[in-house]
């Protein structure tokens, strides 16, 4: 069936050229016979001097040659996409040029920006079917000297795209409190890749850029999940990642209950996960501490990810608790091969508390409880932080970290709403959370037992 399906596909492109090779002849032989005057195509007596037997016979061709040009040109516009063999409408012009010595089509086409860089399946560009004889210098010239053009332009363009996309890049950094070995990172896997952008633009051969595996370590509430999402943004938007989705999974997600399915089961999250992040949280529950005779397939869902984080295809992140996750790493001997960063996330201050509280409070979504409420003026990062660190002690913050930012200001909401009148019609009190509701947050978490 493959084999009929490609004769006929070959027939089909004969036939198309033989029409366009006939098409051709009729309008040369009709431009031929439109080109002599009535009189010339009549037998005469009437001997002819040289002048009008060279221009009787020379101006058909002319007529002929610029009908196959303008009927050449009229095919190859039509048709910007890639050809036979990969070749680009100004690959086909640069051969008609070489046999018809004459470049008006290759210089049109380079006026309508056909792409001088453009490689055929062979890898070769126009500039690159040029032999190196005697006779092709104007043509090699022109092409040049439009490539030069090209790459300046292709330049300028990378060039405001860059810094477009380093502003949106620290725009998106901003939102994360702390980390900043990770935005270091982060900054430098932009800038070489947004430079590789700049370097490709100007005609430069660079490897391509592979973002490595990573494994986030650190307590619940430290941001790891908000940053893996943060992250696929990042990566997708400097061009490391083709998508910004992140595959989030935990053991139950990846493991069987019986013998071979977990495998298939973790394969299908892979697949799921292609082109952006997978995101293996609380990944030392694969490997749990167990008894030799017990029977577990978390190893195995292990090694069927790591069997695919040299393909290019995904980016995995590991995340956990520091301790339990070493049982991961000296699991599989080919895991700090593979997985070459690692990033502590350290607990948060009660300074870095009211920082993800004054974010939470400018960011809110239009579904959030607390979207359209503000902080009163005197809600200052560091007011709040004196707060937070006298209504809670430092084994609270450890173990909520940044969880108990959200309860904190739902509480302090509630507060506001039982200390409103239903007489009050000012707009900014009845939307403003004052230090008094902060606290009031505060002390019920405490006594909730939740903080």
């Known amino acids: 069936m493959t084999t009929l399906f490609f004769l006929m596909n070959v027939t089909l492109l004969w036939c198309r050229r033989l029409f366009m090779l006939l098409l051709v002849t009729t309008m040369s032989k009709y431009s031929s016979f439109c080109s002599v005057g009535r009189a010339q195509r009549k037998w005469s007596w009437k001997p002819r001097t040289c002048m009008e037997r060279h221009h009787c016979t020379w101006q058909p061709r002319m007529v002929v040659m610029k009908q196959q040009r303008c009927f050449l040109l009229m095919v ?102 702390g980390l900043d070995e990770l935005k270091l990172q982060l900054r430098k896997w932009a800038k070489g890749m947004l430079l590789d952008e700049r370097r490709k633009a100007l005609g430069l051969k660079v490897g391509a850029r592979r973002p490595p595996h990573m494994a986030f370590l650190g307590n619940p509430g430290t941001g790891k999940t908000m940053v893996a999402r943060i992250l696929g943004k990042l990566l997708h938007m400097v061009g490391i990642l083709p998508t910004n989705k992140v595959t989030e999974v935990q053991r139950t997600d990846l493991v069987g209950e019986f013998v071979g399915h977990t495998g298939p089961k973790t394969r299908r999250k892979i697949q799921e996960a292609e082109g952006g992040i997978l995101f293996v949280d609380e990944a030392y529950r694969l490997i749990p501490m167990q008894k030799s005779d017990d029977k577990d397939y ?33 699991s599989n001997e080919g895991f700090c091969r593979r997985v070459t960063k690692f990033f502590h996330f350290d607990n948060f201050s009660s300074e870095d508390l009211a920082s993800i509280l004054h974010l939470k409070m400018t960011n809110q979504a239009d579904c959030s409880l607390l979207y359209g409420f503000k902080l009163h003026p005197s809600c200052s990062v560091d007011a709040v932080a004196a707060l937070i660190k006298e209504e809670t002690t430092e084994k609270q913050r450890k173990e909520m970290n940044g969880g108990l930012v959200d309860p904190l200001l739902v509480n302090a909401r509630e507060n506001l709403d039982l200390r409103l009148s239903f007489d009050c019609i000012d707009s900014d009190e009845l939307l403003t959370i004052t230090p008094e509701d902060l606290k009031a947050g505060l002390q019920l978490l405490s006594q909730t037992g939740v903080a």
């Open 76 to 177: 190859l516009l039509s048709k910007p996409e890639p050809m036979c063999n990969g070749m680009t409408p100004l690959h086909l012009a640069v051969w008609h040029s070489l046999r018809a010595e004459d470049y008006s089509t290759v210089k049109t086409l380079l006026e309508y920006n056909a792409d001088c860089s453009a490689e055929d399946d062979e890898g070769k560009t126009p500039i690159h079917h040029l032999s190196q004889g005697p006779g092709n210098e104007k043509l090699r010239e022109l092409l040049h000297q439009y490539l030069d053009e090209q790459r300046k332009r292709k330049a300028i363009e990378a060039c405001s795209q860059t810094k477009a996309k380093m502003d949106e890049l620290e725009s998106e950094l901003s939102k994360i409190v």
């Open 298 to 330: 978390g190893l195995e869902a292990l090694e069927e990810i790591m069997s695919v984080m040299d393909s290019g295809k995904i980016v995995v992140i590991f995340a956990g608790y520091s301790e339990p996750m070493k049982r991961v790493i000296t």
